[in-house]
């Protein structure tokens, strides 16, 4: 059973930096596509960042040039290096992953990833 717990959220200034981590069970990172999404309080999950089992990185154009997602296939883990965050950053941050390990590489829809962790809150002050 795959497994993705998230952690490294907070409540920082704009301007600041966070990293945040995923941490995967059952599943290994490198040959596997992950994503971050992040949903705020009234708006629909929305997709942030992927990194692709070919390593392409691929963006929201939101957070293109300040955030950067990255893998550490010897801890299992992904992670999402956030800078210059700000206000609008503000949401709960969710890792998934698809069903499929290889294959197709999932787009920005969340509906094709299976696999989601309990999320992270992240919070911008102005």
């Known amino acids: 059973q795959v497994q993705l717990v998230e952690s490294g959220g907070g409540l920082v200034q704009a301007g600041d930096s966070l990293r945040l981590s995923c941490a995967a069970s059952g599943r290994t990172v490198s040959s596997s596509s992950m994503a971050w999404f992040r949903q705020a309080p009234g708006k629909e999950r929305e997709f942030v960042a992927r990194i692709s089992w070919t390593n392409i990185n691929t963006y929201a154009d939101s957070v293109k040039g300040r955030f950067t997602i990255s893998r550490d296939n010897a801890k299992n883990t992904v992670y999402l290096q956030m800078n210059s965050l700000k206000p609008e950053d503000t949401a709960v941050y969710y890792c998934?992953?698809?069903?499929?390990?290889?294959?197709?590489?999932?787009?920005?829809?969340?509906?094709?990833?299976?696999?989601w962790g309990q999320g992270t809150q992240v919070t911008v002050s102005s």
């Open positions: 998934a992953a698809p069903m499929r390990v290889r294959g197709a590489i999932p787009s920005s829809r969340s509906n094709e990833y299976d696999y």
